[in-house]
């Protein structure tokens, strides 16, 4: 179901993508199918350990091995200084960074890298791993934020000081950074309330669960040239990380990102392609592959935030909010940065507030080290918003859905953290989900119930490039640099199509690496179709305005009495295709541009879910779900549903089943598919989806960032459900079997 | 103990020998020894199916499979499943249906979706999805590929 306003002759329909035969006949090149000649394979020791020191490392017996070709540890990587880098969806200390990749003294979670080896074949670098000796002193850890920054609490990071507020601590912590957002008057806000709720909050940590693990090949050439294929959700973010880590120039680096098999944030920072380069030029400028195995991907990579969240809010008997306040905790993992601060953006930003406090900290846990998944952040704080938003109406008896429109944000509102929002669809998407065919089923049946949740993303610019060269033939090819995780190359297409008149068919987009292409920040942060596809917009005006130019000198007129509409250029009754006049181009006609985009629009989501709570075993079963979505303007559509439906399972798995478990010496124990247990086909029913057109008038098409929004409501719409189906507020995610069973056994404890 | 043995197999209707070592698995000599990079590797221990091939027509996870045990037997990977320049009707049905959005998981579910279809030409939703839960998809929510199975159900 689509709702839409303005009428185009490409965006907005359903082409087949441009690499979707690749991808059916498994010809497609993921980074797990690169082979060079020569190619050597290495693989990763890691520490058993949460948190130990390490005394040493004596690698003799593998290099002995046959077939062992090199040895790497932390003593590899050049020394690096603190350094704050901006990677995208991240931000990071270089420093960490490296000890990240190789432990340099302490390891700091189970699954750090400590050294890898590079071998004729996979299995002869696996004997060589179990011939490592690694002597550590093991040291007490801490795996919960909450005590982490307890005073007697084991220091991961001997040099971090807090950033409270802007100013630099002098004592060790575990508290990297303390944020706040403020406005009004609280204590006024809750005096003035009729009904004040407050609840906290709990999220396990969660992976991104993409399907392909992590991977990289590498060669170091004798001339210092590195050479790279990897799946990356950024090929020139590689390039620049690696010339951090590495301490070599940018220009020596190529990165050529190969299909890549899901990212969701995670495949942005780099793990094995330094070790693949390091062990390229250790074991004689010989090629390295790298893949990780499932337990390595969960354990080393990735996995977002575990958070303490509590959550006060008042509202009048009109169903007003008069006051806001949230304290977010957020683990951060090994090394600072988790998404606190994009969390304390979202917690309440679907509201008008005159009083509010959002309190955010960013805390070290000897854990993976957070990495980003999609809304970093945001599923966390919605979820313990919107499950206290959920409670006022109720105490209210007010619609849920009613109760966020008489309190929804508009054009002219400031957001929590600061700035006044443009144009945004919320309301539109609140009213499109109350007269849906969902929500006004009636839902009966025993231990059923139905929840609705809202949820806000920001949404990312970056910066992206493109190029595009008109072919005899009246064909264009178009080379851009975003790497293709769900469809993009259509909607890039279809939106450098629109620009020039031109079918869709016309159009053979290619991806290429660092070499090929201008600067393109990562595909993240729901911008590709937005800022690569403005990329391309501007590519198409410029190809316009120059094959505009040449038909005026073929007609030898001057260039402001041509006319051009729909790929026709026209003087004077005279008529000239796009193809006609491609076939007379004497010099070539090729495009590029580069744009750094800054009005992405914001989105929101209103998602609505019915449930049937087992009460015997505590299975939740999801009977219906539809998520509504202000997408701006859908390029391609069914692209655009795939997001939402996509966002909603893994938003789904994250509410019901995905937390990482820890024994009691801190190692991870369930880092596998089985145990890691993510949706199937068979716990999830078809997704409908609403597509709310408001367009976003700061892009040619109004697109808006549509990948991350649908994360970030289904958490606290399938406890809101819960709450209706069973009668109990579930303030831990997941709200796995075991939760839902003791949540109805104090339930009914209480009531006795 | 690095000795290798020789086994002879078709692989796509093809007859082969291949060498692998007693040790590596199907998906490793699919991949590695016989360039067949169409199965992928997600879990290597029988979670994800991004590996699924029809052994002797019988839909296995190639990764919980050995090299050797293919001797004498037939292979049906995802390379083999277009035929005379025609894709698929699963194949067709997954592009129309945006069925895919990084593809990774693709092969194993075409696999798994012909092997349902092979067993059962006409599956109600409910039976599509609980022949396909031994498949991980992380990108879609599941919802077109079930579509697209349906679908070629009914083309097929």
Redesign the interface.
């Known amino acids: 179901m689509t709702t839409t306003t303005t009428s185009y002759k490409v965006i907005g329909s359903?082409p087949?993508?441009p690499?979707?035969?690749d991808?059916?006949?498994?010809?497609?090149?993921?980074g797990?199918?690169v082979?060079l000649p020569g190619m050597l394979y290495g693989k990763v020791l890691r520490s058993p350990h949460a948190h130990a020191r390490i005394v040493s490392i004596d690698a003799s017996a593998a290099l002995t091995l046959r077939g062992v070709r090199a040895v790497i540890t932390a003593q590899d990587l050049p020394a690096i200084g603190d350094k704050i880098a901006d990677l995208g969806e991240s931000v990071v200390n270089l420093r960490y960074a490296s000890n990240n990749i190789l432990a340099h003294d302490k390891v700091l979670y189970h699954g750090h890298a400590v050294a890898a080896v590079a071998a004729d074949n996979v299995?002869i670098a696996e004997e060589a791993l179990a011939l490592i000796k690694v002597e550590y002193e093991v040291l007490p850890h801490v795996l919960d934020g909450k005590q982490a920054m307890s005073a007697n609490a084991p220091i991961l990071l001997d040099d971090l000081r807090t950033n409270e507020l802007g100013k630099l601590g002098n004592a060790p912590t575990n508290v990297a950074e303390h944020i706040r957002h403020q406005r009004g008057d609280l204590d006024k806000g809750f005096a003035e309330a009729d009904v004040i709720v407050e609840r906290t909050f709990h999220t396990a940590t969660v992976h991104?669960?993409?399907?392909?693990?992590q991977n990289a090949t590498a060669l170091w050439n004798e001339d210092d040239q590195v050479f790279v294929w990897c799946s990356t959700q950024g090929a020139f973010s590689v390039q620049e990380q690696l010339a951090e880590l590495l301490q070599i120039p940018i220009s020596r680096i190529t990165v050529t990102p190969t299909?890549?098999?899901?990212?969701?944030g995670g495949k942005i920072n780099v793990y094995l392609d330094p070790l693949a380069a390091l062990l390229s030029r250790k074991a004689g400028h010989r090629p390295v592959k790298m893949?990780m195995?499932?337990a390595e991907v969960l354990t080393s990579t990735g996995p977002t935030s575990g958070s303490h969240i509590r959550v006060k809010m008042g509202a009048r008997r009109d169903g007003t909010i008069t006051a806001a306040q949230a304290e977010l905790i957020y683990e951060a993992g090994a090394y600072p940065g988790s998404p606190v601060g994009a969390g304390c953006g979202v917690i309440f930003a679907n509201y008008r507030l005159e009083n509010l406090q959002i309190d955010g900290y960013d805390v070290v846990v000897n854990r993976p080290k957070a990495s980003a998944y999609r809304a970093p952040g945001g599923t966390n704080a919605a979820f313990a918003s919107e499950t206290v938003v959920d409670e006022l109406a109720e105490k209210l008896g007010i619609d849920p859905i009613e109760f966020r429109l008489r309190n929804a944000v508009r054009e002219g509102d400031r957001r929590p953290d600061g700035p006044e929002y443009k144009r945004i669809g919320l309301i539109e998407t609140l009213e499109a989900a109350r007269s849906h065919p969902h929500y006004t089923a009636p839902l009966t049946g025993k231990h059923r119930g139905r929840g609705v949740a809202a949820g806000y993303w920001g949404n990312w610019g970056g910066k992206s490039s493109a190029t595009a060269t008109v072919n005899s033939d009246g064909t264009v090819n178009l080379i851009e640099g975003s790497t293709d995780?769900?469809?993009s190359r259509a909607s890039i297409a279809m939106q450098l199509a629109e620009t020039l008149g031109l079918p869709y068919e016309d159009i053979r987009p290619q991806v290429v690496g660092t070499a090929s292409v201008g600067y393109n920040d990562v595909t993240g942060g729901s911008r590709t179709t937005f800022g690569t596809g403005w990329a391309v917009y501007e590519v198409g005006k410029k190809i316009l305005a120059e094959m505009r130019q040449r038909a005026a000198e073929y007609w030898d007129v001057p260039v402001e009495s041509v006319q051009v509409a729909d790929g026709v250029f026209a003087h004077n009754g005279d008529q000239m295709s796009f193809r006609e006049l491609a076939g007379k181009l004497d010099t070539p006609v090729t495009a590029s541009a580069s744009v750094h985009p800054q009005n992405y629009g914001p989105g929101f989501g209103v998602h609505i879910v019915d449930v049937e709570v087992d009460v015997e075993t505590g299975k939740v079963e999801i009977l219906r779900y539809t998520a509504a979505q202000d997408v701006g303007k859908a390029i391609?559509p069914?692209?655009v549903?795939?997001q939402l439906?996509?966002?909603?399972?893994?938003g789904i798995g994250w509410a019901l089943n995905e937390e990482y478990v820890y024994d009691d010496k801190g190692r991870l124990v369930n880092a596998?598919?089985?145990d890691y247990r993510?949706?199937?086909?068979?716990d999830?029913p078809?997704?409908d989806t609403v597509l709310v057109e408001a367009p976003n008038p700061g892009h040619p098409y109004g697109v808006r960032g549509v990948g991350e929004v649908p994360i970030v409501p289904p958490a606290a719409a399938v406890a809101n459900a819960i709450y209706r189906a069973a009668g109990v507020r579930m303030t831990e995610l997941p709200m796995s079997p075991a939760r839902i069973v003791a949540a109805l056994a104090t339930q009914s404890t209480n009531a006795a | 103990m690095k000795s290798k043995v020789i086994v002879a197999t078709t692989i796509n209707g093809e007859e082969l020998e291949f060498l692998c070592e007693p040790r590596q698995s199907l998906l490793e000599v699919l991949r590695d020894v016989l360039g067949l990079t169409g199965a992928k590797e997600g879990c290597n221990n029988g979670n994800c199916g991004a590996c699924n091939v029809l052994l002797d027509g019988v839909l296995v996870n190639s990764c919980l499979v050995l090299g050797v045990e293919a001797e004498g037997r037939t292979v049906e990977t995802v390379e083999g499943m277009a035929s005379g320049g025609q894709l698929h009707p699963l194949q067709q049905k997954f592009l129309e249906h945006a069925a895919l959005q990084c593809g990774i998981c693709t092969p194993g579910f075409l696999l798994a979706a012909k092997s349902l279809l092979d067993h059962n030409p006409d599956p109600t939703e409910a039976e599509v999805r609980h022949w396909l839960a031994g498949n991980l998809c992380r990108c879609t929510g599941y919802d077109k590929i079930v579509r697209a199975v349906l679908d070629a159900a009914d083309t097929v």
């Open positions: 359903r087949l993508r690499d979707g035969v991808k059916v006949t498994g010809r497609a090149i993921y797990a199918d082979r299995h991104q669960g993409y399907i392909e693990p299909e890549i098999g899901g990212g969701f893949t195995t499932r995780i769900g469809g391609h069914s692209y549903e795939g439906q996509g966002g909603a399972a893994q596998s598919l089985l993510m949706p199937t086909a068979l999830l078809m997704i």
